[in-house]
């Protein structure tokens, strides 16, 4: 688990332990109270050294739940790593720092995916996902009309900016 910062940083980390075939084994942050308490909490090991956690032949992912701004060094260097990477959006502040993002992850062996997991290893060691969150619906095509929401038989105003 890389980072403690972000709201649903316990809910990642607990989903992570639920699962049968995955593991959470340690917890870095750079804020060291917040990264102590988080590891604490969830009884594992609190590495202080981003690089030398990454070195770790029993990591196959990380769940970045840093701050935004550190997003594109923790998933460059986490790429680099060979690091299957789970985040959180915002991915990264600035469209470069995400394109930079992307190009670490398609140049080595691991796998990203935006928005749930952990420092993740499989029972068996294998590179395995802890598991695919279901990806948001297709949005519709603002060209087509959508029908007005209705209540009863009167229309429902609709918020400022939004079209029928």
Partial sequence: MLGFWHVHAADYAERTQAHPDTELVAVWDE?????????????????????????????????VTT??????????????AGKHIFTEKLLA?????????????????CRSRGSAGALLRSERGDRRRAHRPRLPPRLPDPAVPRPRPRHGDRDVPLAPGVRP
């Fill in 67 to 80: 701050a935004t701004a550190p997003h594109r060094d923790v998933m460059v260097r986490a790429a680099a």
């Fill in 93 to 109: 502040p600035t469209v470069a720092e995400v394109d930079e993002i992307v190009a670490a992850a398609s140049h080595s062996s």
């Fill in 31 to 63: 804020d060291l109270d917040r990264g102590q308490a988080g590891a604490h909490d969830f009884g594992v090991e609190y590495a202080g050294d981003l690089a030398e956690l990454l070195t770790r032949d029993d990591l196959d992912a990380v769940t």
